[in-house]
T-cell receptor, first 114, second 114 residues
Framework: EDQVTQSPEALRLQEGESSSLNCSYT??????LFWYRQDPGKGPEFLFT???AGEEKEKERLKATLTKKESFLHITAPKPEDSATYLC???????????????FGKGTLLTVNP | DTGVSQDPRHKITKRGQNVTFRCDPI?????LYWYRQTLGQGPEFLTY????????KSRLLSDRFSAERPKGSFSTLEIQRTEQGDSAMYLC????????????FGPGTRLTVT
């Protein structure tokens, strides 16, 4: 069974204080690893897809990296508007049947104080 | 470019009543997914459609739940004889048939069963 574990559960930063969020996964063949941002009461907002170990993607203050066992979301010089829950999900390339569902972690609640 | 839309945004119902939710995917997407999210958890997969065919259902989807996607456009999720444990955010997502495989989520329907 596919599993995703995110750490820490919650992270509080001062504005400008860089840090990283961790996503560890076990999956029987990785089709893709996805990062989403979710604001309270809203649906997840797509951020990045990573397909293979060594891949990196950047968007503004966010950078996502991928190894064979985990992914990191690096946040550089965060601002208060970066406060949200960040979700990691995997999509497995199982043989047979539908293989497009996402398995999510519980998320990391990030709070950036001004 | 319109995103995924869901209706209603909020639904309060009494235990034992039936409820139906609607999802309109991004127009060029032929894959549609339903997820359920409870407080402090990541979204959990419920079911998946490719065009009008329902290709996978989670074990979470009891026989009180039914989903349809007539004509491969919008989808409905019906819950019969609602229970308090059904209270959650119901999320719909859509994606292209071919890669990239990222899923785009709607705003969700918040269900409260009293």
């Amino acid at each position: 069974e596919d599993q995703v574990t995110q750490s820490p559960e919650a992270l509080r930063l001062q504005e400008g204080e860089s840090s990283s969020l961790n996503c560890s996964y076990t999956v029987s063949g990785l089709r893709g690893l996805f990062w989403y941002r979710q604001d309270p009461g809203k649906g997840p907002e797509f951020l990045f897809t990573l397909y293979s170990a060594g891949e990196e993607k950047e968007k503004e203050r966010l950078k996502a990296t991928l190894t064979k066992k985990e992914s990191f979301l690096h946040i550089t010089a965060p601002k208060p508007e970066d406060s949200a829950t960040y979700l990691c999900a995997v999509q497995a390339s199982n043989s047979g049947g539908s293989n497009y569902k996402l398995t999510f972690g519980k998320g990391t609640l990030l709070t950036v104080n001004p | 470019d319109t995103g995924v839309s869901q209706d209603p945004r909020h639904k309060i119902t009494k235990r034992g009543q039936n409820v139906t939710f609607r999802c309109d995917p991004i127009s060029e997407h032929n894959r549609l997914y339903w997820y359920r999210q409870t407080l402090g958890q990541g979204p959990e997969f419920l079911t998946y459609f490719q065009n009008e065919a329902q290709l996978e259902k989670s074990r979470l989807l009891s026989d009180r739940f039914s989903a349809e996607r007539p004509k491969g456009s919008f989808s409905t999720l019906e819950i019969q004889r609602t229970e308090q444990g059904d209270s959650a955010m119901y999320l719909c997502a859509s994606s292209h048939r071919q890669g990239p495989y990222e899923q785009y989520f709607g705003p969700g329907t918040r269900l409260t069963v009293t």
